[in-house]
């Protein structure tokens, strides 16, 4: 089941959130650091250990401070046009933050509109990329994609058709 919700992803009472984040997995602007703050330091201090992920990867650490168990952290590709790959990086990290929940037992995961911020990625190619790839990879889990404003809601409900 794939449902969208307009909200902040840090309140979700889910077995997982996935963090758009950075390679260094350090926190940043956006939902990284929203997460960061809502997480709290001992957050920082796991992502310190797992020294980074690189784009289309996923890394996976506790919760801490937030409602959600655990915390996916992966790394979408600053948009360049269209012709360095990107939307396989994107399709990859939402593909390995799968894998990797099916690993540890999670049942429902939220994901944020991974690159679509600051990394400029177009957000209705991205909205398509995310339930084409949830749709083919995420099958046995409630996934909630989460929009930070009703532009991204629309964008993500049209992709579900």
Avoid at 16 to 29: C, F, K, P, R, S
Avoid at 46 to 61: D, F, K, L, M, V
Avoid at 82 to 106: F, I, K, P
């Amino acid at each position: 089941m794939i449902r969208v919700w307009l909200g902040d992803i840090t309140r979700l009472t889910v077995d997982a959130i996935v963090n758009a984040a950075n390679e260094t997995l350090l926190g940043g602007g956006g939902v990284d650091g929203a997460i960061h703050h809502a997480a709290g330091p001992a957050l920082l201090e796991e992502c310190r250990r797992i020294g980074g992920c690189p784009t289309g990867e996923a890394r996976i650490t506790g919760g801490y401070g937030l409602p959600a168990r655990h915390v996916i952290h992966t790394v979408g590709p600053v948009w360049r046009g269209g012709d360095q790959g990107e939307d396989e990086l994107l399709a990859s990290a939402y593909r390995n933050s799968l894998m990797l929940a099916r690993e540890h037992g999670v049942a429902s995961i939220a994901f944020p509109a991974i690159s679509t911020g600051i990394y400029g990625f177009p957000p209705d190619r991205a909205a398509r990329i995310a339930v084409e790839t949830i749709r083919v990879h995420g099958e046995s889990l409630q996934v909630t994609l989460v929009a930070f404003d009703h532009a991204a809601a629309r964008y993500l409900e049209e992709a579900l058709g």
